[in-house]
């Protein structure tokens, strides 16, 4: 089993910036992707980017694109994920997840194996 604790989301002011970490503990992987995808009742789950693990491939969902950067520490088994100009519709629980599944749609939350609880993000002013 392997363990994944998020942290930083919070409330933020339109324009603003949040850092989300994700730490995975237990039997992680020695290569692994983690990703991002986030929840509203209303938009169900979206990809929202995703990186392997020494951070040399990164996706990203055309909605973040150009105002996130996710980064990868290996060592700490742990990805950090910046987003700034943060609009309203950024608002959502915010869900990190680690898979092994390489040459899959990362953008599919089908193909990672194990999730965290999640981390409110709610933009406002």
């Known amino acids: 089993q392997v363990q994944l604790v998020e942290s930083g989301g919070g409330l933020v002011q339109p324009g603003g910036s949040l850092r989300l970490s994700c730490t995975a503990s237990g039997r992680t992987p020695k290569n692994w992707i983690m990703g991002w995808f986030r929840q509203t009742p209303l938009t169900g789950r979206n990809f929202v980017a995703a990186?392997?693990?020494?951070?040399?491939?990164?996706a990203y969902a055309d909605p973040v694109r150009g105002r996130t950067s996710i980064g990868a520490d290996r060592a700490a088994n742990s990805v950090t994920m910046q987003m700034d100009n943060l609009k309203p519709e950024d608002t959502a629980t915010y869900f990190c997840?680690?898979?092994?599944?390489?040459?899959?749609?990362?953008?599919?939350?089908?193909?990672?194996?194990?999730w965290g609880p999640g981390t409110q993000v709610t933009v406002s002013s």
């Open positions: 997840a680690i898979g092994t599944k390489f040459g899959s749609d990362w953008s599919n939350g089908a193909n990672f194996d194990y």
């Open positions: 990186v392997n693990w020494n951070g040399g491939t990164t």
